[in-house]
């Protein structure tokens, strides 16, 4: 490779970013062939320490603080309007958004806006009482020890289903209760002190907390005894369990479950799927046996603790101080008005959206976008077709999947509905409240009705995208195609490796190892031959082998199998991207800008999408719940897999990122 010409005089022009990538961000002392990653972004990350309000800090997090600045703005012209209608988006946005940043009534409140579900969970007397006032906390978000959700059914994409899943635990995952590690046990001991100080705030006395504290981990370790791994839900098969609700009713005979459901709004359903039957069954034993008084001493606690965060600020802090700081190192809280927007996104999100998509998201974008899609799916056909180790027959009905993916770019065609929704300027909680139910009525209606094809799961403002398998589409919300991941002014090289790699990246979900289980229709239902079959597990063994060998802070390995799917996809979309790039600059794939080729160009902008930092706390916490990998192994992962890596930077045997041709991963 060139070197980059760092003293020439003309890189003042350069440093603009002109074509999409700022030299300035990389670390030249750094050789591409040992760690491609931290050359990229070792500027960047120097230049860039983590906030204190942040437990890692990068590229994306950096346009997510963005996005915030501009809604921000959005909310502030709001907020100056003096004449809203009631019941309008605006009022609804403005009023929610005052409700959270009015902090002294939020301080004077305190808990008393929860007093009435406290009340009706003191005053439960039987286990009636407590079926009953269990569903009424389901509605309003409090879900424990089970939680319920809308689905497509997994094997009739064309009806909606109700999924019964595993839920109740404080901590975010099993293991944090039944392993021994030094982190466990750290993360452990902290969280039992914060589920006493939360007691302790509800009004318990100290000893009290103590015993409640104790009662409360013993039956919270137990649900965790009887939780499915992580890495087991991620397999669509072992999740579907479709019953009736007498078989239902079989596993937990003393719960009553038509009484639940026609509590939640399904009283009229005949069937539905349990994601884990043995947790339901243990759990509903642990009904009968642990006594009602720590079941509803629980049932408070989370009630609290899921709405702590929009309490008075003795709670928030108390939620921080495990949260934050344990789980993720952060050092301080962010601003409130931060954290108020986050619960305006999440509640209405799509009302804040179409005013937001409105003022940033120009219809050149989305122009760009489409071809960009276009490529990835051209580039991606030739490649199936190309594959090497797949039988014709399976090609095909890869093919016809591809074929069948539905695309959404930027925002939804159509945007959901808030009318009748009631928001106060004053009562925070009550907005939550009221803005959960209504949101819990909507999907419990759609359950009877048919499939809404044009829904998204996250709202245009979100810094992300995803792919769903039922309903076989790739989604690219507007916040997402900006700088430094998408520019309409970019060199083409670095779109197709930043948001090119992207769309790849979602494309490959629909065949990575849980994705490729689903057909084109969005059911499971397998397509593979069985030879076929037993080559895809092979060669995504040796991912799943390479991704188990990194190590994050305290020599914590990454979990191979818990990111094998990402990890699938980060691959197949780094090549599929620059396949389709190629496709796309056949013309002018020669010209170098400041000494990088377009090949170079394209992997430098691959790696600015993961260019992150992090703390060591939530290293260690996103290994064991994240099924993404770290940013530096999702940039040096897939390059050290990439012949066209090798070629581009001049890798050879002996540099860090090299791999025997032998032992390179190559799916699709
Ligand atoms: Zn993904």
């Known amino acids: 490779m060139k070197a980059p010409p760092y003293a020439s005089s003309c890189i003042l022009t350069r440093m603009s970013n002109h074509w999409g990538f700022d030299v300035r961000d990389m670390d030249t002392k750094i050789r591409p062939q040992d760690d491609f990653f931290h050359y990229t972004n070792g500027g960047w990350i120097k230049k860039n320490p983590i906030p204190a309000s942040e437990s890692r800090w990068g590229t994306f997090n950096k346009l997510r603080f963005d996005v915030e600045k501009q809604l921000r703005v959005i909310m502030n012209e709001l907020l100056a309007t003096k004449r809203v209608k009631a019941g309008s988006p605006e009022q609804i946005i403005r009023d929610f958004f005052r409700s959270g940043m009015g902090m002294d009534r939020r301080n004077e409140l305190d808990i008393r806006p929860l007093e009435a579900y406290r009340d009706d969970i003191a005053a439960i007397r039987n286990r009636k009482d407590f079926d009953r006032v269990l569903a009424q906390l389901s509605r309003i978000g409090v879900e424990v020890p089970w939680s319920t959700g809308l689905d497509q059914d997994d094997k009739n994409s064309e009806q909606y289903v109700l999924r019964v899943s595993q839920d109740g635990l404080g901590l975010p995952d099993r293991d944090y209760y039944l392993n021994d590690d030094a982190e466990s046990v750290r993360v452990r001991t902290a969280y039992v002190l914060f589920v006493e100080k939360l007691y302790r705030l509800i009004g318990s006395s100290a000893k009290d907390s103590r015993n409640q504290a104790e009662a409360h981990m013993k039956l919270e370790s137990a649900l965790a005894k009887v939780s499915m791994k992580k890495e087991d839900r991620r397999d669509a098969d072992k999740i579907y369990h479709k019953m009736t609700i007498a078989e239902l009713q079989k596993l937990t005979p003393t719960f009553d479950w038509s009484v639940y459901l026609k509590r939640i709004g399904g009283g009229k359903l005949k069937t539905l799927i349990v994601n884990q039957p043995d947790f339901v069954k243990a759990a509903g034993k642990m009904l009968d046996q642990v006594p009602l008084e720590t079941w509803k001493r629980y049932l408070e606690w989370h009630l609290v603790n899921d709405y702590g965060g929009a309490l008075s600020e003795r709670f928030i802090r108390a939620r921080f101080s495990f949260?934050?700081?344990?789980?993720?190192?952060?050092?301080?809280?962010?601003?409130?008005?931060?954290?108020?927007?986050?619960?305006?996104?999440?509640?209405?999100?799509?009302?804040?959206?179409?005013?937001?998509?409105?003022?940033?998201?120009?219809?050149?974008?989305?122009?760009?976008?489409?071809?960009?899609?276009?490529?990835?799916?051209?580039?991606?056909?030739?490649?199936?077709?190309?594959?090497?180790?797949?039988?014709?027959?399976?090609?095909?009905?890869?093919?016809?999947?591809?074929?069948?993916?539905?695309?959404?770019?930027?925002?939804?065609?159509?945007?959901?509905?808030?009318?009748?929704?009631?928001?106060?300027?004053?009562?925070?909680?009550?907005?939550?409240?009221?803005?959960?139910?209504?949101e819990h009525k909507r999907i419990m209606r759609r359950l009877f009705g048919k499939v809404d094809r044009a829904e998204w799961f996250m709202s245009p403002q979100t810094v992300n995208a995803y792919f769903s398998p039922n309903l076989n589409d790739i989604v690219f919300p507007a916040a997402i195609l900006q700088p430094p991941f998408f520019s309409l002014d970019a060199d083409d090289a670095v779109n197709y490796g930043t948001i090119g790699a992207v769309i790849g990246h979602e494309i490959t979900h629909g065949f990575d190892d849980s994705g490729a289980k689903f057909d084109a229709k969005g059911n499971l239902k397998s397509w593979?031959?069985?030879?076929?079959?037993?080559?895809?597990?092979?060669?995504?063994?040796?991912?799943?082998?390479?991704?188990?060998?990194?190590?994050?802070?305290?020599?914590?390995?990454?979990?191979?199998?818990?990111?094998?799917?990402?990890?699938?996809?980060?691959?197949?979309?780094?090549?599929?991207?620059?396949?389709?790039?190629?496709?796309?600059?056949?013309?002018?794939a020669k010209v170098d800008i400041d000494g990088f080729s377009p090949t170079q160009r394209f992997f430098l902008g691959f790696a600015v999408f993961e260019c992150e930092s992090s703390r060591p706390e939530v290293q260690k916490t996103q290994v064991l719940t994240d099924p993404h990998s770290p940013g530096i192994f999702r940039i040096n992962g897939p390059a050290s897999n990439l012949p066209d890596f090798y070629e581009a930077f001049g890798v050879k045997k002996g540099d860090k990122l090299y791999r025997d041709p032998k032992n390179r991963a190559k799916i699709w």
Do not use: C
């Open 323 to 438: 949260y934050g700081t344990v789980l993720t190192g952060t050092k301080q809280m962010r601003p409130l008005w931060r954290r108020v927007l986050g619960l305006v996104n999440n509640d209405v999100g799509e009302l804040l959206g179409k005013i937001y998509v409105q003022k940033h998201f120009p219809p050149q974008a989305k122009k760009k976008m489409q071809q960009l899609v276009h490529d990835l799916l051209e580039a991606y056909e030739a490649r199936i077709k190309a594959l090497d180790w797949m039988t014709p027959a399976t090609k095909k009905k890869a093919l016809l999947k591809l074929k069948a993916l539905n695309q959404k770019i930027g925002y939804p065609d159509k945007w959901k509905s808030y009318t009748g929704l009631v928001i106060r300027p004053d009562d925070y909680i009550g907005n939550i409240i009221r803005s959960t139910e209504y």
């Open 528 to 588: 593979w031959t069985a030879e076929d079959k037993k080559q895809f597990e092979k060669r995504t063994e040796v991912l799943r082998k390479q991704f188990g060998e990194y190590e994050v802070a305290d020599g914590v390995k990454v979990n191979g199998k818990l990111t094998l799917g990402e990890n699938i996809a980060d691959l197949g979309g780094a090549a599929i991207a620059l396949d389709a790039y190629r496709l796309r600059a056949a013309k002018d």
